[in-house]
């Protein structure tokens, strides 16, 4: 059974700090790796999908790696804001399924 | 576009009676539907998988008996929590699977949230 992990649980940076997020998991037979936000009583919006045979992907200032061997992501959100304040969740795709960490909770100082 | 919509967004109902909440993919065609159950500071844990016209698939440890899901058409899939109890007071999330570049993607509706008194 695929576990997922994700440490810190929780985060608190000034404004500007650039965040590390990470995730990992024990199962490396994974299709794909997503990591989405969720903001308190909300449900998840999509920030980022790294298919297996990626390494990393971007979007504006997020920046997320992938290493399947070592079963581990890293998402990066440089020059951080109050309004990346949310909980960033870290999923795994294996077969059709999303196995789902706890969650980063990232409180951005103004 | 690939939007989900939950309905009610929440719900407030007594010990012992049923609720049902809707899962509708509004601009595309979802063949499987999953339903997910959140609670405080926890992650999502997958409930069941539901394909259109056929039967649901459970993860181990849900009951199938008190939690229905139904899944008539291609747009719309419901679950119904029948004897509700407080335990059962939860996030509910659901998410509708579609085929994007070459793999199918999980687009996730808001949530409902349900308390049982």
């Known amino acids: 059974k695929q576990e997922v992990t994700q440490i810190p649980a929780a985060l608190s940076v000034p404004e500007g700090e650039n965040l590390v997020l990470n995730c990992s998991f024990t199962?490396?037979?994974?299709?794909?790796l997503q990591w989405f936000r969720q903001d308190p009583g909300k449900g998840l919006t999509s920030l980022l999908l790294i298919q297996s045979s990626q390494r990393e992907q971007t979007s504006g200032r997020l920046n997320a790696s992938l290493d399947k061997s070592s079963g581990r992501s890293t998402l990066y959100i440089a020059a951080s804001q109050p309004g990346d304040s949310a909980t960033y969740l870290c999923a795994v795709s294996g077969d059709y399924k999303l196995s789902f960490g706890a969650g980063t909770t990232v409180t951005v100082r103004a | 576009g690939a939007v989900v919509s939950q309905h009610p967004s929440w719900v407030i109902c007594k010990s012992g009676t049923s609720v049902k909440i809707e899962c509708r993919s509004l601009?595309?065609?979802?063949?499987?539907m999953f339903w997910y159950r959140q609670f405080p500071k926890q992650s999502l844990m997958l409930m069941a998988t539901s394909n259109e016209g056929s039967k649901a698939t459970y993860e181990q440890g849900v009951e199938k008996d008190k939690f229905l899901i139904n899944h008539a058409s291609l747009t719309l899939s419901t679950l119904t929590v029948t004897s509700a109890h407080p335990e059962d007071s939860s996030f509910y999330i659901c998410s509708a699977s579609k085929l994007a570049g070459g793999w199918y993607e999980q687009y996730f509706g808001p949530g409902t949230r349900l308390t049982v008194t």
């Open positions: 601009d595309f065609q979802a063949t499987t």
């Open positions: 199962d490396s037979a994974i299709y794909n």
